[in-house]
């Protein structure tokens, strides 16, 4: 049985979404950025960080989004 998801694991998934495409934006400047120059350079390392950073922050977001939380109401009698 799935359960509703809260606002925060909706807002969670649509900011994965939103890291998935960072990572893809970071990862394309990245790509033409070596076209000119080589790793070596400290904007070129920092895209590189950037990508596998939005990457990771994606993933987490994302389970956090999936995951089925259980309801920690207290039923009155």
């Known amino acids: 049985m799935t359960k509703k998801k809260g606002v925060l694991q909706k807002t969670s998934v649509i900011i994965a979404?939103?890291?998935?495409?960072?990572?893809?934006?970071?990862?394309?400047?990245?790509?033409?950025?070596?076209?000119?120059?080589?790793?070596d350079n400290p904007i070129s390392s920092s895209l590189a960080a950037m990508t596998f950073f939005f990457i990771c922050v994606g993933i987490v977001l994302s389970v956090m989004g999936s995951a089925d939380l259980p309801s920690l109401k207290i039923d009155e009698p």
């Open 17 to 39: 979404y939103i890291s998935y495409v960072l990572a893809v934006a970071s990862g394309v400047f990245l790509y033409f950025r070596l076209q000119t120059e080589n790793i």
